[in-house]
């Protein structure tokens, strides 16, 4: 079977095919083939005089240039605004830059003679401290000359301790004086800087006067000088100066407790919530002393008789604020009354018996507490009063009441000691007698005396 030729291919109506578009130089496809462009220089005049091109007139946003030898954008230069007094036609207030030491230039002016007869001062005080403080170095110096050198320091410096403490140069005369100084001195001189520890402490050259009184000075300025860090140890633990301080008063100067005072910061916030311990108890004992001392002078038979309670009885009266002498009689007024041994109707006399002779007894010891404490009343002059001496003959007949007259014996009062030792001297011979009565012995020990 024979191949059928394919037909060629004709448009409809007999039309050639011509091939539409461009070639790469630019000439139509199945035309003429074109040549060159022919160069036509660039005109700015040409473009903005086009009316159809953005000209002078026109609003269009325009592309910023850039330049051919920078690597990048240049930087976009912002639209000037008019300020007020432009936009009115006049020229705006220029900021005129100061110049330096245009500054209150009177009151420097006016201060200069005076900073310069300080600094003359300063350094002439200076001078003559370190010549006080050079002539206590030499070799030939004895203990008299240097106290007198130490007060001639004294007074040169008397004033100006506080200055002299945070300045680099005075510091070590300062040094020197608390070193070689006497305990008075050295009290002046924390007296003085008191109220600047925390602030020498923490100083480059301040602290050093603080170590030396540490160092030399006695129990009761060392603990001075401890209470001014009382809450400010965590401060002075976080500085690099102040901490040395606080190591070595902690390590080599405090006892124990100083350092229980010292560490109490770092244990919580009840140090910054709650109260001192010293003001609390004050006034707790302000508020409960009343009613304690009303409760011992309506009970103190009650009291004294038990063995419980008879230990509370000299608490009471040794803590307790406010006036004494009603309870102390109350208790005194119970050995009102002539001692008989083995007691009236099985009941005990208060000398005799085993827990009412120890509150005679404490209570009388108890005296010199309440001297040091600075309070007036003494039970040992109370008992004696109340009781009368006839009566505290009788209490040689038994062990414990020759005890308690032992103790009247060696009372911090005086004349109550007096006023009992002759009244049992008319005695003396009964008490010698008495071979039996270890107590009577002792007694009459104490009148030999």
């Known amino acids: ?18 091939q539409k578009g461009k070639d790469s130089i630019g000439a139509k496809l199945g035309g003429k083939p074109g040549g060159k462009k022919p160069f036509k220089p660039y005109n700015n005049t040409e473009r903005k005089g086009r ?29 000037h605004f008019k300020g007020k007094n432009e936009e009115d036609g006049g020229e705006g207030p220029v900021a005129k830059r100061t110049k330096k030491g245009e500054f209150k230039p009177k009151s420097k002016e006016l201060s200069k003679e005076d900073l310069k007869k300080n600094r003359q001062q300063r350094k002439k005080d200076l001078k003559n401290n370190r010549q006080q403080a050079e002539r206590k ?42 070193q070689f100084g006497s305990h008075e001195q050295r009290q002046e001189t924390f007296e003085e800087l008191k109220d600047d520890v925390i602030g020498l ?26 209470q001014t860090f009382k809450g400010h140890v965590k401060s002075m633990l976080r500085h690099a100066a102040a901490s040395s301080i606080i190591e070595y008063a902690y390590n080599d100067k405090a006892v124990l407790a100083q350092r229980l005072m010292l560490t109490e910061e770092l244990y919580g916030n009840t ?38 309670t008879s230990v509370t009885v000299s608490d009471i009266l040794a803590s307790a604020c406010g006036d004494l002498q009603p309870a102390m009689t109350a208790v005194a007024q119970l050995a009102n009354q002539e001692l008989l041994p083995g007691g009236i109707s099985g009941q005990l006399h208060m000398a005799e018996h085993p827990a009412g002779h120890l509150v005679l007894k404490w209570l009388i010891e108890q005296d010199m507490t ?6 007036e009343e003494r039970f040992g002059r109370i008992l004696v009063d ?38 049992l001297e008319s005695i003396k011979s009964e008490l010698s007698s008495m071979s039996n009565n270890k107590g009577a012995e002792i007694l009459l020990e104490n009148l030999n005396k």
């Open 1 to 18: 079977m024979e191949a059928k030729s394919k037909k060629p291919f004709s448009p409809k109506g007999g039309k050639k095919l011509t």
């Open 51 to 79: 009316p159809w091109k953005g000209g002078d007139g026109d609003k269009k946003q325009q592309k910023f240039a850039f330049s051919k030898a920078g690597n990048g954008p240049q930087k976009r230069k912002l639209p």
């Open 137 to 178: 170095d030499m070799k030939n110096c004895d203990s008299d000359l240097k106290k007198k050198l130490m007060k001639e320091l004294h007074d040169l410096i008397r004033g100006k301790i506080k200055q002299m403490a945070f300045a680099h140069d005075s510091v070590r005369v300062l040094q020197c004086f608390i």
């Open 201 to 226: 402490c923490k100083s480059q050259y301040g602290r050093h006067v603080v170590k030396k009184l540490l160092m030399y000075g006695n129990k009761e300025l060392v603990a001075a000088v401890m």
């Open 271 to 308: 140090f910054t919530i709650c109260k001192d311990m010293a003001l609390r108890r004050k006034e707790l004992l302000e508020v409960l002393s009343p009613p304690l001392l009303e409760y011992l002078h309506d009970n103190a038979a009650t009291m004294v008789t038990d063995k419980a």
């Open 370 to 375: 309440l001297a040091e404490a600075g309070k």
């Open 386 to 423: 109340t009781v009368g001496t006839d009566n505290l003959k009788s209490w040689i007949k038994v062990n414990r009441g020759a005890m308690v007259l032992c103790s009247l014996l060696n009372s911090c009062d005086k004349s109550v000691a007096a006023e009992v030792k002759t009244a």
